[in-house]
């Protein structure tokens, strides 16, 4: 066979059956779907299934004491705090830089993108310990801090400002794509209508990116509540005042407590699936609109 009727028969090939390239034999198939489902079972729903079970061993009595214990209490309130006062900043930075990066052109627009994805790329705990050369007794800014009576390692505003670090990205980097694919067409439309720029924004930037920007925030939540590394070196692991979560369960069981361990794992583990199940509702809406939104701007182009 020639090169010409080799090229002929590749693109009779591609114009062909779909059946036929795409589908695999039945043993194939199921092979491939037990394994998987096999995986599944043994990584992720065997170890939930043990998680409560374990944290169940005592009875529902000692269960709650467990979660009511005053350092339990302490350690969800701290959690909870960190991770707004994280969602919070980072929808608003991550908005503003999307804004910024998908609408405009400015200096500087590619080391923006560098630093956003900067805590990708570095260690949790390298970024706690950034903080403590900082922030610390020792560190740059330590004399000062001292001086004026003000403490960020090892008391909530470290705590704060390491869980904040390591949620930075997810808001933009959930934006930035959704805003570049959406172009800039309807802001430019509404800015010759004679609307102004938080009008412009509020009535049709905002509608366009909502549920992207849910799901940034929800993928910036659970970061937020299950980050371990770089809290665990700014906290001082004080009970009662500088223990999340994740450091509480760590604490309990390094103390041989096992099954309040496992009661306060639990209630991430709760918090965890409560937020997966909203990530994939509104992931599946999300991905829908992502679908919709290129026919759309062709509709209207056209």
Same mark, same amino acid.
């Given at each position: +066979?020639?090169?010409?009727?080799?090229?002929? /028969?590749? %693109?009779?090939? *591609?114009?062909?059956?779909?059946?036929?390239?795409?589908?695999?034999?039945?043993?194939?198939?199921?092979?491939?779907?037990?394994?998987?489902?096999?995986? +599944?079972?043994?990584?992720?729903?065997?170890?939930?299934?043990?998680?409560?079970? /374990?944290?169940?061993?005592?009875? !529902?009595?000692?269960?709650?004491?467990?979660?009511?214990?005053?350092?339990?209490?302490?350690?969800?309130?701290?959690?909870?705090?960190?991770?707004?006062?994280?969602?919070?900043?980072?929808?608003?930075?991550?908005?503003?830089?999307?804004?910024?990066?998908? %609408?405009?052109?400015?200096?500087?627009?590619?080391?923006?993108?560098?630093?956003?994805?900067?805590?990708?790329?570095? /260690?949790?705990?390298?970024?706690?310990?950034?903080?403590?050369?900082?922030?610390?007794?020792?560190?740059?800014?330590?004399?000062? $801090?001292?001086?004026?009576?003000?403490?960020?390692?090892?008391?909530?505003?470290? !705590?704060?400002?390491?869980?904040?670090?390591?949620?930075?990205?997810?808001?933009?980097?959930?934006?930035?794509?959704? +805003?570049?694919?959406?172009?800039?067409?309807?802001?430019?439309?509404? +800015?010759?209508?004679?609307?102004?720029?938080?009008?412009?924004?509020?009535?049709?930037?905002?509608?366009?990116?909502?549920?992207?920007?849910?799901?940034? !925030?929800?993928?910036?939540?659970?970061?937020?509540?299950? *980050?371990?590394?770089?809290?665990?070196?700014?906290?001082?692991?004080?009970?009662?005042?500088?223990?999340?979560?994740? $450091?509480?369960?760590?604490?309990?069981?390094?103390?041989?407590?096992?099954?309040?361990?496992?009661?306060?794992?639990?209630?991430?583990?709760?918090?965890?699936?409560?937020?997966?199940?909203? %990530?994939?509702?509104?992931?599946?809406?999300?991905?829908? *609109?992502?679908?919709?939104?290129?026919?759309?701007? *062709?509709?209207?182009?056209?």
């Amino acid at each position: +066979m020639d090169n010409g009727k080799l090229i002929v /028969s590749l %693109k009779d090939g *591609e114009r062909g059956d779909p059946s036929r390239s795409l589908t695999e034999p039945r043993w194939v198939r199921w092979t491939l779907i037990a394994a998987a489902l096999l995986f +599944m079972a043994l990584f992720v729903l065997v170890p939930l299934i043990q998680v409560f079970a /374990s944290a169940l061993d005592k009875g !529902i009595s000692y269960y709650y004491d467990s979660i009511r214990d005053p350092d339990a209490l302490s350690a969800i309130r701290l959690t909870l705090l960190a991770a707004f006062v994280s969602v919070l900043f980072n929808t608003v930075f991550g908005v503003a830089s999307a804004w910024a990066i998908a %609408k405009f052109r400015f200096p500087g627009k590619n080391l923006l993108l560098t630093l956003i994805d900067l805590p990708f790329t570095v /260690s949790p705990v390298v970024s706690g310990l950034v903080y403590v050369l900082l922030f610390g007794l020792q560190g740059l800014l330590g004399h000062w $801090l001292r001086d004026h009576d003000l403490q960020v390692i090892f008391a909530v505003p470290g !705590i704060v400002l390491a869980t904040l670090f390591v949620t930075f990205p997810f808001v933009s980097r959930e934006l930035i794509p959704l +805003m570049q694919e959406q172009g800039s067409e309807e802001e430019e439309a509404a +800015m010759v209508l004679g609307a102004g720029g938080w009008q412009t924004f509020w009535k049709v930037t905002l509608p366009n990116i909502q549920w992207g920007l849910l799901y940034g !925030i929800i993928l910036c939540n659970t970061r937020a509540m299950g *980050e371990f590394g770089a809290v665990s070196v700014v906290s001082g692991h004080i009970r009662g005042l500088t223990n999340t979560l994740p $450091l509480h369960v760590e604490i309990l069981y390094n103390d041989y407590n096992f099954t309040a361990a496992f009661a306060v794992a639990s209630l991430l583990t709760f918090l965890a699936l409560l937020t997966l199940a909203a %990530k994939t509702l509104v992931g599946l809406k999300y991905g829908e *609109e992502r679908r919709i939104l290129p026919a759309a701007l *062709e509709r209207e182009r056209a």
